[in-house]
């Protein structure tokens, strides 16, 4: 599986995802979009939040975490 559907796989298996960058900034909040290379992240609340293009492999890839709602807790994700 290509690092882009790895990623579409991480943007649905939860509510809301957080990852770590390579620079040490942590982003949460919702996926938009996924590309080939990048993706589309959708971070704080309302008309406040920010949306930020992150190129897929400036994230380190075993930060990846998302909301589980059922129990109510982050959860672990790992790429294939």
Known sequence: MELAEQFVAFAEAGNQQRFTMQDG???QGWIMEITESALLISTGVGEQGNDIWVQ?????PNSLAYWDSKTQQW??????
């Open 75 to 80: 959860l672990a994700f790992n790429l294939v």
């Open 25 to 27: 900034r942590v982003l």
């Open 56 to 60: 897929l492999q400036d994230v380190v």
